[in-house]
């Protein structure tokens, strides 16, 4: 009897049927929205080459190159920000119509970017004004990506957390492809057009993309979980202060897994564009062995995040952070000798990102309760994305330009991974529980 009684009830088969088209439209929206997400954020590493002399008059080329990766950089130091506002407007107000705003202001910012006049025409203004709307674009990114990882984790059943969960990892990669094969087509036009118009054209692709978001984004629904939560308590009024409070460590031990992956992800995928001219490559090779680095990483997460449902969320990024101290090196010292066998290497090391990237957001999710979980996935995402994603590519050009050794970057990468690792050790897999 006892064991009867301890049993979940059984759910009308409607139920069911409902339940799993709830979850996947919420795993539907989460990849189309942080697609667009990564493709208005990214467009700008890929372009860093191109902009910097448009935007900042120095007479070195490094310098300008630094300046232009330290805008990229400083738009993630607001990206916590973003995390608490949006965060908060998450879990007081529900996570559907806060996904509505970021996915707006992230897309309004980086239309106008394309829209910037550039020093030769307005001075100082111009870095000033590049700098204004990254900042902006942080915002958004802030409360966007942690705000569709947990939609979807609330929104699917335990069973199939992990597999719909990848969709938030697998839109932001298809989003940075995107941005790469959009540069590398303009790059490919005759004489200067990516340096006149070209990069304009790359920035202004966001607005219609905006709109087929919004359009979609509008018939996701509310996440089970929060309507439950809402029904049966006030949301609480201090989301940040609540995981300070009861999840400290679960916050840290996020932030730090986001910065091995995102470290090793960039220092294998974007920074490449940068690393392949600093070795006298054509910007239109670099951006197409980008995109293709950043699709192979893709091919893995839908298996891997079906994986974690059965072997467990931790497991599988140690797979993950162990392939890149095992390959980072011998690939950065192959890029100078033999640009083929490097690039399979790279290759291989995006998937082993795509494992991580397949799984960590719905770990993340996992570590936190229903009243704040909007907030601490975002906040600890986005602090580990300052020293991770924000600063990899600005600390690998700066390792190169004060070392004078090409692939000091890759030392880098497998500092990440073992913090990664190491961090890994502490974390709780709770996959097989409920949210």
């Not at 990516?194 to 978001?213: D, E, H």
């Amino acid at each position: 009897m006892a064991i009867f009684e301890s049993e979940p009830p059984v759910q009308p088969r409607s139920f069911s049927v409902e339940r799993a088209s709830v979850a996947r439209r919420a795993g539907i929206s989460a990849a189309v929205g942080t697609g667009i997400e990564f493709f208005d954020f990214t467009i700008y590493a890929y372009l860093a080459t191109t902009i910097a002399p448009l935007f900042f008059a120095a007479h070195d080329q490094m310098v300008g190159l630094l300046a232009t990766l330290g805008v990229y950089a400083i738009g993630y130091i607001a990206r916590p920000l973003g995390a608490v506002i949006f965060g908060r407007l998450g879990d007081q107000r529900g996570r559907r119509p806060t996904l509505l705003l970021t996915v707006t202001l992230m897309g309004v910012a980086t239309a106008l970017t394309g829209l910037l006049p550039t020093y030769a025409t307005i001075g100082v203004a111009a870095p000033i004004l590049l700098t204004v709307l990254r900042i902006g674009q942080s915002i958004a990114a802030g409360g966007e990506i942690g705000g569709a990882a947990v939609l979807v984790a609330e929104s699917a059943p335990r069973k199939r957390r992990g597999i719909l969960g990848s969709s938030t990892s697998l839109g932001a990669t298809i989003g940075a492809t995107l941005a790469a094969v959009v540069v590398g087509v303009v790059s490919l036009l005759p004489g200067h057009a990516l340096a006149t118009w070209g990069w304009r054209a790359t920035f202004l692709i966001s607005v219609p993309l905006l709109i087929v978001c919004l359009i979609y984004r509008l018939r996701v629904e509310e996440s089970p979980i929060f309507q439950q939560m809402v029904a049966e308590h006030t949301p609480v009024k201090a989301p940040v202060s609540g995981v300070l409070a009861r999840r400290k460590k679960g916050l840290l031990k996020v932030a730090l897994i986001t910065f091995a992956v995102t470290t090793t992800g960039k220092l294998s995928s974007l920074y490449l564009v940068v690393h392949f001219a600093e070795l006298g490559y054509p910007v239109s090779v670099s951006v197409w062995f980008a995109a293709s680095f950043t699709l192979a990483s893709a091919t893995v997460m839908v298996y891997a995040g079906h994986l974690s449902d059965q072997w467990g969320r931790r497991r599988i990024m140690t797979i993950g952070f162990g392939g890149f101290i095992a390959l980072a090196i011998p690939a950065y010292l192959l890029m100078d000798v033999n640009l083929i066998a490097a690039a399979v290497l790279v290759l291989i090391l995006n998937l082993f990102h795509g494992l991580n990237l397949a799984v960590y957001f719905t770990a993340f999710a996992e570590q936190f309760p229903n009243e704040f979980r909007y907030t601490g996935v975002a906040l600890g995402y986005n602090l580990g994305s300052v020293i991770g994603g924000g600063a990899a590519s600005l600390v690998a050009t700066a390792l190169v330009a004060s070392t004078g050794i090409a692939i000091s970057p890759s030392f880098y990468i497998v500092f990440a991974a073992v913090i990664g690792l190491a961090t890994l050790g502490t974390l709780r897999d709770r996959s097989q529980a409920e949210l």
